[in-house]
Each structure stands twice: as structure tokens, then as C-alpha cells.
């Protein structure tokens, strides 16, 4: 028996999910690369993590 996701929605959610990660990533990535920066300076850049620092 295939696997099944338990509903519509929840399947759509997920893949809208892994989309939206993959797709920011990629950029983050290509930017990183063009702007001759690291990707992962890109993930914990001030204006990303400060409003979340408390």
C-alpha cells in the first residue's frame, strides 16, 4: 500500500514548506556567491537575527 499523507492541506502545507526553504536558501546561496560573502553570513546577519535576540 503507497504511503498517503493523512490529508490535502497538511500534504500541500509541507510542500509549500520545503518550497519556500529551498527557494530561500538557493538565494541566499546565489547572493552569497555573487556578493562575495559566505552563505551562512547570510543566515545570521544583524537583520535577521536581532529582532529575535531579545
Not at 8 to 37: E, H, K, N, P, V
Amino acid at each position: 500500500m503507497p504511503a498517503t499523507p493523512r490529508s490535502r492541506t497538511l500534504a500541500g502545507l509541507w510542500y509549500s514548506m520545503a518550497m519556500a526553504a529551498t527557494l530561500a536558501f538557493s538565494f541566499l546561496i546565489l547572493a552569497g556567491q555573487f556578493l562575495d560573502y559566505a552563505w551562512w553570513r547570510w543566515i545570521f546577519h544583524p537583520a535577521l537575527t536581532l529582532p529575535w535576540a531579545g
